[in-house]
Structures are given as C-alpha cells and as structure tokens.
C-alpha cells in the first residue's frame, strides 16, 4: 500500500526550532515529488513547496520562501519541513502529499495524515 | 501569487446537482490544463476527486466531474448525496516558480 505517514502532533514556544517528517512507503520515494501544504485553524490550503528526493531539487511558493525549509533523507525515505525561529502565525496542521505522476507535481493522490503544530507561550 | 477566487458556499439538495467555479487568470488555470479538485470533510486530510481539468482517479464516483473555460474551472456534483457535504478546493499549477495554487474553499451544503 502506498502511503505518506507524518510525524506527530507538535506543540512549542516562538522562538523555539522544529523539523517534522513524512516517511513514504510502498512506492520507489527517489521517484515521485512530495509536496507541503499549510492549513490554518479554520482557513483554506496553502501551497508551501516541493522536493524531488531522487536529486533534491526543492522549490518554494513565494509566499514561503525564506520561512521554512524542505529536505529529505533518501536513505530513510523521509522528507522533512523545517522552521529555525517558529512564530505563533505558524500554528497550523501541516500535510505533505505525493503527485499522481511521477515527473509532474500538479495533482496530488496520496496525503499523510498531517502533523498538528502549535505555537504558544 | 493570490489564491483561485471560489463561491464561499454552494447548497442543493439530494439528487440534485451543483457546481463550483474556480475563477484564476492566463497564468494559472487558463494557461495550463492542471486543475485539480480536492474534497475534505472536517478533520481529514484532502482527498483528489478530479486532476488535469476532468480526470477522474480511480474509485471516485462518476458523479464527480470537471471542465474549463478559459480562466475559469467547474467542479459539478451529480446526483448530491449527504457524504458529499464538504470542502471542496481547486488548485491550479501556476509555472515552474510560483508552482501550484489552491483556491479560496467552497463549502458544499446538502440540505
């Protein structure tokens, strides 16, 4: 079965750093982009950025670009988002996703369960 | 990059149909035939119900369907039925830099 599985739930201090995780499993994780998509309480989705595990290439929606950072450990079929200073306006429930193809990430089929993170002091 | 415009709430009742537009520019949905819709009930993550304008991923029920007009995209739901109560999202490819773009959220009601 090809699934995405996300870390669990996290709650911090602004300020503080955090890298939370989604291990894909049942499908070669070099060959398929892994997307990163914020919800905030109540609001819609937002596109964040992707990486291509097989070489890396990672690319960020403007609006996010500078504010996080997204990597992956092909080894362990892990990707990973990252934030070095969290903020409050970071509190949000977290998803990555996997395309229906392989070489194009435009629509994605397979979602982790997402990964609630809060920020609070 | 601004989000897709949607209608904040669409309703109907069982049986009938209903459609969501998914308004964007020549730089997102009309420039690409990458639309894709996604439903998400309340706690759950999304689910895709329609890619590349009017695909349909297996195990989505037909009354699902999808089209597009120039810079607008449709999501119509045949046959309303009460599961298909909720979110429903468009998101659009928008070139190699800005990459995808979601839409503001419609809210389908089933009276």
């Known amino acids: 079965e090809v699934q995405l599985v996300q870390s669990g739930a996290e709650v911090k201090k602004p300020g503080e750093s955090l890298k939370i995780s989604c291990k894909g499993s049942?499908?070669?994780?070099?060959?398929?982009?892994i997307g990163w998509v914020r919800q905030m309480p109540g609001k819609g989705l937002e596109w964040m950025g992707i990486?291509?595990?097989?070489?890396?290439?990672?690319r960020y929606s403007p609006s996010f670009q500078g504010q996080v950072t997204i990597s992956a450990d092909k080894s362990i079929s892990t990707a990973y988002l990252q934030w070095s200073s969290l903020k409050a306006s970071d509190t949000a429930m977290y998803y990555c996703a996997r395309p229906v193809y392989s070489s194009s990430p435009h629509a994605f089929d397979i979602w982790g369960q997402g990964t609630m993170v809060t920020v609070s002091s | 990059q601004s989000a897709l415009t949607q209608p904040r709430s669409v309703s109907g009742s069982p049986g009938q149909s209903v459609t969501i537009s998914c308004t964007g520019t020549?730089?997102?949905?009309?420039?690409?035939?990458?639309v894709s819709w996604y439903q998400q009930h309340p706690g759950k993550a999304p689910k895709l119900m329609i890619y590349d304008v009017s695909k349909r991923p297996s195990g989505v029920p037909d009354r699902f369907s999808g089209s597009k007009s120039g810079n607008t995209a449709s999501l119509t739901i045949s046959g309303l039925q009460a599961e298909d109560e909720a979110d429903y999202y468009c998101c659009s490819y928008a070139g190699s830099y800005t990459l995808n773009v979601f839409g503001t959220g419609t809210k389908v009601t089933v009276l």
């Open positions: 049942g499908y070669s994780f070099t060959s398929y982009w």
């Open positions: 990486i291509y595990p097989g070489d890396s290439d990672t």
């Open positions: 020549s730089s997102d949905v009309g420039g690409y035939n990458y």
